[in-house]
């Protein structure tokens, strides 16, 4: 009688239901990366894999909406660095979707005036048919790969129509507490209510490993005593930690632009078989997507509207932007489609997907705001298989693969700019004094909850 019962618990435990996928990730890494649409760096991935909504060069924009016979410019595949950046200021965008400066009411949008944006920055048309081009797939051998071997998202949007901040603040926040471009008095003030980060969720939490822009410390949540110990400069630590099975539950990885490392080092993570790694673009610098940027049914976050002269209400989302997902658990060249309606009938991916998808995966209590619950996430394409792959590529095999020399001479150049722009001396200085005054009130005894620098 006993040696039949214990035959039959053996039987239970060898057997284990395959309906259910308990949800493998213990280590989520968000690198997001900055203005680049989808078509411009992935377009042209429809060649090596037809499933991809991309481009075939067919796709068309003129110098003039409104004249039929302007100049015609064709998707190119001869994309290169652009300096100056193209526009990407909420005003440039409507002109870039709709074709047109003060009518908005194209739905679907026409996705037709990027062409004529550019050549009112640049009346020698050279910036018109930069903004229609793509990367040939071999410039970009890094994504080419990853693509081929974990998951692409082909229908993932910008959260608002304008420039890099108030998105980036999407991917954290699932809102931008009402701001359409980089109002750093507003992060400086936001209270957690107002900016509620999905980090400050996390209970081992947070953890945000950034270059010399310490760009975390412009939140005000973020300035509380007791995460003074959790940013880290990402050349000294990332490594370091993620070689130990240290990094924490929930990691944002900022400006590393085309970073190979970042995917080599959690490569090589004793905790790799637990690791989800998102790459995305904050937003589409301007450049040409031809997937018309939903317009409808996207619900505004908190009701806020901005005011005259355009009485924007972020009730409708940016232009398509690259995301990638990486992990053991994704099945080989998956490609992501949406929309799937649900949870709703309108529901997209966009960036509130990360912190609503977050939420899943670590089953936190709530979402964070109202367009966080109204994002698809993701969390199904970590929980198909029933073991990790092992067949992931290794650090040497996408080194070697590695061709791209004008991306790869990209961070310098940026870092320097934003450090003239943002005022070098006063970032350093800002960072220093942060510190410093963070070790002496924890010294001091004073609460964590405190905020440093207030
Ligand atoms: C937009 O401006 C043009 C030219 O000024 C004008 O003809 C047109 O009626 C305006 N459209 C709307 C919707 O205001
Ligand atoms: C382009 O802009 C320059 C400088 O503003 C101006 O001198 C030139 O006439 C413009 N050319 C055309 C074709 O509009
Ligand atoms: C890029 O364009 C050139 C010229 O049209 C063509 O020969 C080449 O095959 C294209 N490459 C890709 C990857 O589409
Ligand atoms: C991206 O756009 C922002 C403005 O939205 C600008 O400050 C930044 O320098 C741009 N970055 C790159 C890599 O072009
Ligand atoms: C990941 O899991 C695979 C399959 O179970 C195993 O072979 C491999 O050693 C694991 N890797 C790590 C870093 O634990």
């Known amino acids: 009688m006993a040696s039949s019962i214990t035959i039959f618990i053996l039987m239970i435990l060898n057997n284990p239901p395959t309906t259910v996928h308990a ?19 992935l377009g042209w991935m429809k060649r090596i894999n ?36 193209p526009g990407h200021s909420f005003q440039a965008i409507r002109e870039q979707i709709f074709g047109s400066d003060n009518d908005t ?16 920055m640049d009346n020698t048309t050279s910036m018109s048919q930069s903004v229609i081009n793509g990367f040939d797939p071999d410039m970009v051998v890094f994504y080419k790969t990853l693509i081929s ?44 209510k107002e ?13 945000e490993y950034t270059t010399r822009i310490f760009r975390p410390l412009f939140y005000r949540n973020l300035r509380k005593l007791k995460y003074i110990t959790k940013f880290h400069e990402y050349d000294l630590s990332f490594k370091q930690h993620s070689n130990e099975g240290k990094l924490p539950g929930y990691v944002v990885v900022e400006q590393r632009y085309m970073d190979t490392k970042v995917y080599e080092t959690l490569r090589a993570s004793p905790r790799w078989n637990e690791t989800l790694f998102v790459i995305t673009y904050d ?20 009701g806020i509207v901005r005011p005259d002269p355009f009485l924007f209400k972020f009730d409708r989302l940016g232009v398509r932007v690259p995301t990638i997902a990486v992990s053991p ?13 649900s949870p709703f009938p309108t529901s997209e991916y966009e960036h509130s997907s990360i912190p609503a998808t977050v939420k899943k995966l670590y089953d936190l209590s709530s979402f964070l705001t109202k367009r966080g619950e109204w994002a698809v996430t993701f969390e199904g394409i970590v929980e198909k298989k029933t073991q990790p792959r092992t067949d992931c ?14 991306l790869t001479s990209f961070p310098d150049k940026i870092r320097n700019e934003m450090n003239v722009k943002q005022g070098k001396e006063y970032m350093e200085d800002a960072v220093r004094r942060f510190f410093e005054a963070g070790q002496y009130a924890k010294k001091m005894g004073v609460s964590e909850e405190h905020i440093i620098l207030n």
């Open 149 to 192: 071997e974990f998951a692409v998202f082909d229908r993932w949007f910008a959260s608002v129509p304008s420039s890099t901040q108030p998105n980036r603040l999407y991917v954290h926040s699932a809102t931008s507490n009402g701001a359409t471009n980089y109002i750093p008095a507003l992060l400086i003030r936001a209270t957690h």
């Open 50 to 85: 037809p499933e991809i909504n991309g481009v075939d060069g067919s796709e068309v924009n003129q110098l003039s909406v409104t004249d039929t016979n302007s100049k015609r410019f064709y998707f190119n595949n001869q994309s290169h660095y652009l300096d100056p950046d």
């Open 283 to 302: 937003e589409h610098g301007g450049f040409f997507d031809h997937v018309p940027t939903p317009v409808s049914g996207v619900p505004s976050t908190n």
């Open 329 to 341: 658990w994704i099945e080989k060249g998956t490609v992501v489609h949406g929309p799937n309606e």
């Open 393 to 406: 590529p290794e650090l040497m095999q996408l080194a070697a693969v590695l061709k791209d020399h004008i």
């Open 105 to 120: 009411s194209g739905n679907p949008p026409s996705m037709n005036g990027f062409a004529q944006q550019a050549y009112d």
């Open 195 to 207: 900016l509620h980060l999905i980090i400050s969720m996390m209970p081992e939490y947070p953890s």
């Open 23 to 41: 949800n493998p990730i213990k280590n989520i890494v968000v690198l997001i990366m900055e203005n680049r649409s989808f078509d411009h760096m």
